[in-house]
């Protein structure tokens, strides 16, 4: 094989996988020029530098949310560091994702085996990213929303573009009030649930696992504090409805108005008619990673 000819299979061959120009050279030297052979070498190694990548944390990234008509999805995909959560590539990537985590209603399981733009399906290109960009990547988490019951809304923080930035929320809202009145309204509460972080929609359907860990810890800090034993339980008492108030969105201040909760503003809005928050999705980049 004469030089000219190496060089060009070089070419086509980073062409094809986006890798380096030594390890194309590498592994045309060792598969005779076969360019499919080549292919599959590289695969391979790429595979063997994934692993490897995999033992570190990979808590930066984007939210992605794609919506078609009242469908709407949600996906967070990780990288480790901010610089690559904005390279132009690591961005594409999660916008076609998003698109087939719409398709597949955030099924984790369906959207890894779907077929991406270049034949090839998520899991594979996935491969392909890590080994490219350098960086351990991985698909964390999506959800989906869809219903002819519910009306829709999303909003996405810090965004970098449309539908893609640090924070994502998808809220759906059981309403005899028509989407276009509501928009504004739906925008803004999930907004508000960005900003407030809330980890349930009423008391009623807080987790109990929660609960009984923050009344054990506000007992425990009462007595590490010398608080007479005859008054713990009334102080204890008053806390945990503080932290109910806190972390259920209904009950929370509204972060536009803080003088009212968000449930007097539903009532506000709703007058007669019925407008009930039905469900919420909150993703952030990183959390609890």
């Known amino acids: 094989m004469s030089q000219g000819n190496a060089l060009d299979k070089v070419k086509k061959l980073r062409e094809l996988t ?11 030297d060792k598969n005779n020029g076969d360019i499919e052979k080549s292919i599959e070498f590289l695969r391979i190694k790429g595979i063997a530098k994934a692993n490897k990548k995999m033992e570190r944390v990979a808590a930066d990234g984007l939210i992605s949310i794609c919506e078609e008509k009242n469908k709407f999805s949600i996906i967070e995909v990780n ?71 519910f009306v829709n809304f999303s909003y996405t ?12 929320v998808l809220l759906s809202l059981e309403t005899t009030i028509k989407k276009e009145k509501l928009l504004e309204f739906g925008k803004k ?11 349930a929609i009423d008391k009623d359907v807080l987790d109990p696992k929660v609960l009984k860990k923050e009344k054990e810890i506000i007992i425990e800090e009462l007595k590490n504090s010398g608080k007479d034993n005859k008054i713990i339980d009334k102080i204890t008492t008053g806390k945990l ?30 007058v007669k008619e019925k407008l009930v928050v039905k469900k919420f999705i909150r993703f952030k980049v990183g959390e609890g990673v």
């Not at 085996?113 to 351990?136: A, C, F, H, P, R």
Request: hydrophobic share 40%; charged share 30%; net charge positive.
């Open 157 to 168: 923080h810090s965004a970098v573009k449309k539908n893609l930035g640090k924070i994502g």
């Open 189 to 199: 509460l999930a907004m508000h649930i960005a900003a407030s972080s809330p980890l």
């Open 79 to 149: 990288s480790e560091t901010d610089f690559v959560a904005k390279n132009d590539e690591f961005i594409k990537f999660v916008e076609e994702i998003s698109k087939l985590a719409l398709i597949k209603s955030g099924k984790m399981k369906d959207i890894l085996t779907s077929q991406m733009e270049n034949k090839k399906n998520v899991k594979d290109n996935l491969v392909s990213v890590i080994s490219k960009i350098g960086e351990k990547i991985t698909l964390r988490r999506s959800d989906c929303l869809e219903s002819d019951k």
């Open 241 to 270: 409805n503080k932290f109910i108030s806190d972390n259920t969105l209904l009950n929370q201040e509204w972060v536009m108005e803080p003088k009212k909760k968000v449930k007097d503003v539903i009532r506000q809005i709703a």
């Open 18 to 28: 986006g890798v380096g120009f030594q390890d194309c050279k590498n592994a045309i």
